[in-house]
Each structure stands twice: as C-alpha cells, then as structure tokens.
C-alpha cells in the first residue's frame, strides 16, 4: 500500500542498514536516488542519524507517485525502495 500526502508536504523518508546479524551498522558509501513523477531522477544526499539509520526529508512538491532508493556500498551492500503519492486532492 502506497502513503499519500497532501502536495507541499515534506515527509522523512529512511533506511536502516544492518550486517548479517541484524546489528545497525553503516555502508561505507549510501546513495539515495529520488525520482519525482516527472520522471528526471536526481541523486540527493541523505543524513545519517544514528548508525546504520539514514533518512532525508522530502518535500513533495508535485502530485503524482515519488519513487525512492536508498543503496549502500563497501563492507556492508544493501540497497531499498519506496513509493509515497503526492495528490492535490487531500486536505492540507
């Protein structure tokens, strides 16, 4: 099931990296690729809050479906996506 938002809301969006034995632990490199319903997909820098929990604030700024993925690389590769809606038809 995908979330929908009103447009103009910014949401948090954030993975969490673990080793083989479920231990929060960080990629050396992670990446998050946003691709807007537009379409033009742009890579954007993620914070790390805690170790092995990266998120970033997304400001849904068209309606339409936002795809995400977050992709860590080195000792720890792992990589995950999402989907949230955007839609002018929810009450702000």
Same mark, same amino acid.
């Given at each position: 099931?995908?979330? @929908? %938002?009103?447009?103009?809301?910014g949401?948090r969006?954030?993975?969490? %990296?673990?080793n083989e034995d479920g231990?929060l632990?960080?990629?050396?490199?992670?990446?998050?690729?946003?691709t807007?319903? @537009?379409?033009a997909?742009?890579?954007?820098?993620?914070? @790390?809050?805690v170790v092995?929990?990266?998120s970033?604030?997304?400001?849904l700024d068209?309606?339409?479906d936002?795809?995400?993925? %977050?992709?860590?690389?080195? $000792?720890?590769?792992a990589?995950g996506?999402?989907?949230?809606a955007?839609? $002018?038809?929810?009450?702000?």
């Open positions: 099931m995908i979330s @929908s %938002f009103p447009v103009g809301t949401i969006i954030r993975a969490e %990296f673990r231990i632990q960080d990629p050396d490199n992670v990446t998050l690729r946003i807007p319903p @537009s379409g997909p742009r890579d954007v820098a993620a914070q @790390s809050t092995g929990v990266w970033y604030v997304l400001l068209a309606p339409g936002w795809r995400y993925t %977050f992709t860590g690389t080195g $000792e720890l590769s990589s996506n999402g989907v949230v955007a839609s $002018e038809d929810l009450a702000a």
